[in-house]
């Protein structure tokens, strides 16, 4: 995943700026972004705060290292019911 040129406190920070009342075209003006994706930043991290943000993005790592060692888990057990099913 392409990391964003943004850390999750200048993404807060700009949407509180949202929330101050500037309009969406200055602020994407401002800080070079789209439309597109000023919106996701909101669906995504609107009302949160920085800890709240540092937070989410801890769970969503532990949560992808979970899923990679199940993935590896369930390889391993295919393989040993592969191996056990043969009739030597």
Do not use: P
């Amino acid at each position: 995943m392409k990391k964003s040129r943004f850390t999750e406190e200048q993404i807060v920070a700009i949407l509180k700026e949202s929330e101050a009342g500037i309009t969406v075209a200055d602020l994407c003006r401002k800080y070079g972004i789209s439309d597109g994706t000023l919106y996701n930043w909101r669906q995504k991290y609107g009302g949160m705060q920085v800890s709240e943000v540092k937070k989410l993005r801890a769970l969503e790592e532990e949560n992808a290292t979970l899923k990679r060692i199940l993935g590896q888990k369930e390889l391993e057990i295919t393989a040993m019911k592969a191996v056990l099913e043969k009739k030597w």
